[in-house]
C-alpha cells in the first residue's frame, strides 16, 4: 500500500511517500528555521505562508523522487493536530484536495502518534506493547503504547514542553533559534553539571508528571542576575547543567513506568531525544534494569512527514477515515481522537 503523507505542524513543510508504512521511498523537507531565527521563534504566520507557498512542489517533487504518478497513491496521510492552527490547515485542506482529486483515502493522524511511529522505520523489530516517551518542542509525554493506534498517558508535562524550555534557555544564552542542538554542542564544551544548581520539580500525588516552568525561571534568574552584578556566566556549565536537570526529570520517571507497566521496551521520540544527556542516561537506565532502548536517529527525531505515513498505514489498517469535513486542531490530547 502507498501513501503520501503530508506534515505542517509546525514550521517545517514535509512530505513523504511509504510502502506499507515501515519502507520509505522517498521524502522532502523544506526547513524554515533560518527564517524564524531572525524573531527568536516561530512566527505562526509567516509559518503559514510558507507552507502555502512551498507544499504543492514539495508534493510534486516527492513523487518525482520515488519514481511515481499521483495515479499510483492508495491514501493520503496529514496531521490534522496538535500544532499551530494555520500551519495545520494548510497541511489538512492540501491533503483534502488531493485525496478528493484521486478519489483515495483520507488518514488523519495525530501528531504524537507520528511521533511514536518514528521508532517502526528506524526498527523493523519494533513492535507494541512498549513504553515510549515523546519529548518535543511541544509536548512532553510518558505513553503506554498499547497498540498501533492505542495509547494511554502516564505522565505529562504540567505547563511548558521540555523542548521549549531548551529553545528558550538557549535565547537566554544567546544560541540563536532553534536552540536545542546548539545547547547540546555547547554543554560539550567543558561543560560541568554540578556548577549551576537547578530544580528538579514534583509533583505531590502524580509520579509521572511533570514541571519545567521553573528550571527555565531558574535559568533565567541565573542569567540576569549575573548580568546585573557584571558577572561572567559559565555558559558551558549552565547548558550542561540545564541538560542535567532536564534528564533527571524525564529518565527515572520514564524507567519507573517501565517498571509498573511491565514493558521490557522503551523508546524515545521527538525532537528532544537527540540531546546527547538524555541518550547517554536513558541507555545507562535502561541497561541497569535490563530493558531494551529504541531511539531513533536524528533525521527522525525532529518533525517530519515519513513517521505520519508510517503510522498513516497503521491507522488505515486499524479502519480510521476522515471526510471531507475534517478539521485541524491547536490543541487535542495524545489519547484523544477528532472522530
Known amino acids: 500500500m502507498i501513501i503520501l503523507s503530508i506534515e505542517t505542524s509546525c514550521d517545517e513543510t514535509a512530505v513523504a511517500i511509504s510502502r506499507n508504512g515501515r519502507e520509505l521511498l522517498s521524502e522532502t523537507i523544506f526547513s524554515q528555521g533560518e527564517m524564524h531565527a531572525l ?13 502555502v507557498a512551498h507544499i504543492g512542489k514539495l508534493a510534486s517533487s516527492t513523487l518525482e523522487k520515488a519514481g511515481l504518478v499521483k495515479s499510483q497513491l492508495d491514501a493520503i496521510a496529514v496531521t490534522y493536530a496538535p500544532g499551530l492552527i494555520g500551519a495545520l490547515l494548510v497541511g489538512v485542506n492540501f491533503a483534502k484536495g488531493l485525496a478528493m482529486a ?39 509525554i510518558i505513553a503506554d503504547v498499547r497498540s498501533y493506534t492505542d495509547i494511554g498517558i502516564i505522565g505529562r508535562s504540567r505547563d511548558d514542553a521540555a523542548g521549549e524550555c531548551f ?36 509533583i ?34 549552565l547548558a550542561a547543567s540545564f541538560a542535567a536537570a532536564v534528564s533527571d526529570i524525564l529518565v527515572p520517571r520514564i524507567m519507573e513506568a517501565a517498571k509498573e507497566y511491565n514493558r521490557d521496551n522503551i523508546a524515545i521520540a521527538g525532537g528532544v531525544a537527540a540531546n546527547t544527556r538524555i541518550q547517554k542516561d536513558l541507555t545507562l537506565a535502561a541497561q541497569a534494569m535490563g530493558k531494551t532502548l529504541y531511539i531513533p536517529p536524528l533525521r527522525l527525531c525532529g518533525d517530519n512527514a515519513a513517521m505520519i505515513a508510517c503510522q498513516g498505514y497503521y491507522e488505515y489498517i486499524a479502519g480510521t477515515r476522515a471526510s471531507m469535513d475534517l478539521n485541524a486542531y491547536a490543541t487535542m490530547p495524545a489519547d484523544a481522537r477528532y472522530w
Open 167 to 202: 529553545d528558550k534557555v538557549a535565547r537566554l544564552l544567546g544560541l540563536g533559534y532553534p536552540g536545542g542542538a546548539a545547547l547540546d554542542e555547547l554543554a560539550q564544551r567543558g561543560g560541568d553539571d554540578t556548577v549551576y544548581n537547578l530544580p528538579r520539580p514534583v
Open 39 to 51: 524573531y527568536g521563534g516561530v512566527v505562526p504566520e509567516i509559518a503559514s505562508r510558507n507552507h
Open 102 to 140: 484521486l478519489d483515495i483515502p483520507l488518514i488523519p493522524v495525530h501528531h504524537i502518534m507520528g511521533h511514536i511511529a518514528a521508532n517502526y522505520i528506524a526498527y523493523p523489530e519494533l513492535e507494541p506493547p512498549f513504553l515510549c516517551a515523546i519529548v518535543s518542542g511541544g509536548n512532553s
Open 204 to 237: 505531590d500525588g502524580y509520579p509521572y508528571d511533570m514541571s519545567f516552568s521553573g528550571l527555565k525561571t531558574a535559568v533565567a534568574n541565573i542569567v540576569h542576575n549575573g548580568q546585573q552584578r557584571n558577572e561572567t556566566l559559565d555558559k558551558a556549565s
